[in-house]
């Protein structure tokens, strides 16, 4: 395929009468009351970035370990078809990759990409360039400000880009569904739409652990303790005397101002008028806000599937030690979004510089993974009925001349 019929690939234009007769069955069912009308998120992205993000250190630790790791991994570009790979160093491909817009490096632009993913389980990246050249530059957008329109065919109609009242829209071919907008989605089972934020899934455990944050500060800022109670006796006994709303009042403001706050701590409280003092101590069912803290912090992790001890939640043991911990972390949560992107990628942009390219990223550079390395170096030393061929293919090195032989 030349270079021409690949943009139009990729940019949405041409088709063919084999192609407009394309369609799913089920499809129109999708859009029957809602075709060409944008569809809003099932949640709101602020929300979530607002309450998970900036508020909840424990999502905040999840989401920037997986986003940082992920986009310290280097892509690599190989040309040619399987079995006769060859490795480039040199590409315009991996030259936008590596500075992608003049704001941002390869590695902040991915980041941002993963990030925006994590928290909302969608991401979107725009390429910017000429229609019928090669992208000149690759932008994430904020998923807060993407709308799908939904289109009859199963496949969006385009995508709407909204802010301060103004708006753009990305048209989608509605046969191949490809366009100038990338769209990275989670798995999500209500919504044929949009991706789910893992969140969601987190959602109580997230405002558990702000309350017990609250509930902390609070107790800190009255002291360390529920206070106590001014108790009121009246003088002679006589109790048709009691204090007014304006009385009430006044106390209730002299006590929070003089007396309640870390600076106030200590000081010496001082009554008139029949009032009593009353000490009040929490009892052992008013500390199980302790446990239930460290029990929300362990879902938040189990939501993004990171092993706890890795965002620092006391006591979590679940693997023998840090090592395995960074392994986990790799195995189940970076190399599944690496690929995943890696696919999207090769599926959406590396078709516009040629048919037989593939973007991949390289495993080799991850040190997390070593120990696993060297013991996978190990055996195939010691093996003796490989050829060196075969044992450098089991690496995923390319053969040398004289390899074949054992």
Same mark, same amino acid.
């Given at each position: 395929?030349?270079f ?5 690939k ?8 084999n ?9 129109p069912l ?6 060409g009308?944008p569809?809003?998120t099932?949640?709101?992205?602020d929300a979530?970035a607002e309450?998970?993000?900036k ?8 989401i ?8 310290s ?17 040199e590409h ?11 704001m941002?490096?390869?590695?902040e632009?991915?980041e941002a990409?993963y990030g925006f993913?994590l ?10 360039g ?8 690759l ?7 993407i ?5 009859k065919?199963?496949v ?5 880009y909204?802010?301060?009242g103004?708006?753009?829209d990305?048209k ?20 044929d ?8 899934a987190a ?5 558990q652990?702000n ?11 009255n002291?360390g ?9 009246p ?11 304006e009385?009430?009042?006044?106390l209730k403001d ?5 007396y309640a706050g870390?600076?106030n ?5 001082? =009554? /008139?008028?029949?009032l009593?003092w009353?000490?009040m101590a #929490?009892? *052992?069912?008013d500390? +199980?806000?302790l $446990?239930?803290k460290?029990v929300s912090a362990?879902?938040?992790?189990l ?7 890795l965002v620092g939640?006391?006591?979590?043991l679940t693997?023998?030690n840090f090592?395995q ?12 979004l =690496? /690929?995943?992107?890696k696919?999207e990628l090769?599926?959406? #942009?590396? *078709?516009?510089?040629? +048919?037989?390219? $593939?973007?991949?990223?390289?495993i ?7 120990p696993?390395?060297e ?7 010691n ?5 060196i061929?075969e ?5 995923g090195?390319?053969?040398?001349d ?5």
């Amino acid at each position: 395929m030349g270079f021409a019929k690949s943009v139009a690939k990729l940019w949405g234009s041409g088709t063919n009468k084999n192609q407009e007769t394309k369609a799913s069955r089920t499809a129109p069912l999708l859009v029957q009351f809602e075709q060409g009308q944008p569809r809003f998120t099932p949640r709101r992205y602020d929300a979530l970035a607002e309450e998970g993000f900036k508020k909840n250190v424990v999502a905040y630790r999840c989401i920037r370990l997986i986003a940082q790791n992920a986009a310290s991994v280097p892509w690599t570009l190989f040309k040619g078809r399987e079995g006769a790979k060859q490795k480039l160093f040199e590409h315009p491909l991996l030259e936008l990759l590596g500075r992608p817009n003049p704001m941002q490096s390869g590695s902040e632009l991915l980041e941002a990409l993963y990030g925006f993913y994590l928290i909302s389980g969608n991401s979107y990246i725009e390429a910017v360039g000429v229609d019928g050249e090669l992208p000149a530059e690759l932008w994430v957008l904020r998923p807060d400000r993407i709308q799908v329109i939904a289109g009859k065919s199963g496949v969006p109609e385009s995508y709407r880009y909204s802010v301060n009242g103004k708006h753009i829209d990305f048209k989608v071919d509605r046969i191949t569904g490809k366009a100038k907008l990338l769209h990275i989605k989670s798995f999500h089972p209500l919504d044929d739409w949009y991706g789910m934020s893992p969140l969601e899934a987190a959602a109580y455990s997230i405002d558990q652990h702000n309350e017990a944050a609250k509930w902390n500060t609070s107790l800190l800022q009255n002291s360390g303790r529920p206070s106590g109670a001014l108790v009121y006796s009246p003088p002679n006994d006589d109790v048709t005397s009691i204090l007014n709303d304006e009385q009430r009042q006044r106390l209730k403001d002299e006590l929070e101002e003089y007396y309640a706050g870390s600076n106030n701590s200590g000081r010496p409280l001082v =009554l /008139e008028g029949g009032l009593d003092w009353r000490e009040m101590a #929490l009892s *052992p069912k008013d500390m +199980d806000w302790l $446990a239930g803290k460290d029990v929300s912090a362990r879902e938040i992790a189990l939501a993004y599937n990171i092993p706890p001890q890795l965002v620092g939640v006391e006591g979590s043991l679940t693997y023998a030690n840090f090592e395995q911990a960074r392994l986990a972390l790799y195995d189940d949560v970076v190399l599944p979004l =690496l /690929e995943h992107v890696k696919n999207e990628l090769n599926n959406w #942009l590396v *078709p516009i510089f040629g +048919d037989d390219l $593939a973007l991949s990223y390289d495993i080799d550079a991850i040190d997390a993974l070593s120990p696993r390395r060297e013991k996978i170096w190990t055996r195939l030393t010691n093996v003796d009925f490989m050829t060196i061929n075969e044992k450098r293919a089991a690496v995923g090195l390319a053969p040398i001349d004289g390899g074949d032989k054992i």
